[in-house]
């Protein structure tokens, strides 16, 4: 009896705190928007899943990073990475698929896993890979080897928007899962760099990774860091959504309804507040930035001088978005700047 008064009084406690909760729900309620934006460009089919790569309509068609949608796959693949015309597709969590469009030729790679991210160098013949189990991986194409592995630590949630290996002059780039970044020297086949980004039990994995020269700028859902050759590195710590490098500047998309702009070392510049807005994509073009809000309005910040201009949107609400340099794709339809 003592064992169900005190259930009652939990479930009851737990049934008062979840109305509450759902009472003081705020939304981003801008005044006076009078401007509308249209979606007006149609896709073949609905969007199916989404990754930072690609997205999957339902009809088979991969949409890529660069608005292309040449390659169908079959039931049950994946798609992993395009390099030029060689694709890297997944077959149910196993074997490995390297399809080369221009002459038509595949070939496969056994595999045992599912792969969350990708990268291919098909003139030096490298496929870079990080697991769903945490482990990365470095094959050779030619001789479908396995030339490194290495299994990193347990995790229990991710970010669906994971970010890709990164194969450069000398070393492949591995953003993790458990929140670091790795640097394995291709000469060597040696971790020379072991840079923890940050230590979230939770959705920890790295959600972005931009390299140039021997500068990197990386973020987790809690931290963005640029690392410096010299291994000096900087910080800026949030809770954010997404982030984008453009010319010497990074943006910012925060959970708390904010727009960041920062300087390479992470220095705040700017920001636009958009009190409760729920951002959703992140594109640059001309000078704007723009991001989506709960499928019910367009913000387009003005980079110059950051001030912003809100559009009223007809959209279907909890539905897929991916974005590329120059469009944000929703559902079935899609804008391009």
Known sequence: ?????????YFALSVIVFFTACSQKRYFEPKDVK????????????????TRDGALLKNLLVLESNGNMDLEL?????????????????????DL?????????????????????????PKRDLLALV???????LYDLKDKKELFSQKLGNIIAINSLSAAPQITKDYVVYPTLDGK???????????????????????NNIIYLYTKNETII??????????????KSFNHDGDFIDVLVHDDKVYVLSNDGKILELDRSLKLLREAKFEFAHFNGLVIKDGKL?????????????????????????????KHLFYTKDSLFYHDRYKKF
Do not use: H, W
Request: proline share 3%; glycine share 2%.
């Open 181 to 203: 970044i790795l640097l394995l020297d291709l000469r060597t086949k040696t971790i020379t760099k072991d840079i923890l980004i940050q230590s979230d039990k939770f959705f």
């Open 131 to 137: 697991s769903a189990e945490n482990t990365i991986f």
């Open 218 to 231: 990386t973020a987790t859902q809690r931290r963005v860091s640029t690392i410096l050759g010299n291994s």
């Open 35 to 50: 401007l509308e934006a249209v979606f007006d460009k149609k896709l073949p089919a609905p969007i199916a899943y989404t």
């Open 97 to 121: 698929v390297i399809l080369d469009s221009s002459s038509k030729s595949t070939s496969e790679i056994t595999f045992q896993n599912c792969v969350v991210s990708a990268a291919i160098d």
């Open 74 to 94: 079959k039931k049950k693949q994946s798609f992993l990475s395009r390099s030029g015309d060689v694709y890297v597709l997944q077959n149910e969590c196993k």
């Open 290 to 318: 723009y991001t989506l809000e709960s499928a019910k309005y367009l913000i387009e910040l003005d980079l110059e001088s950051f001030l912003p201009v809100i559009y009223k949107v007809r959209l279907p609400k909890k």
């Open 1 to 9: 009896m003592r064992f169900l008064l005190t259930f009652q009084f």
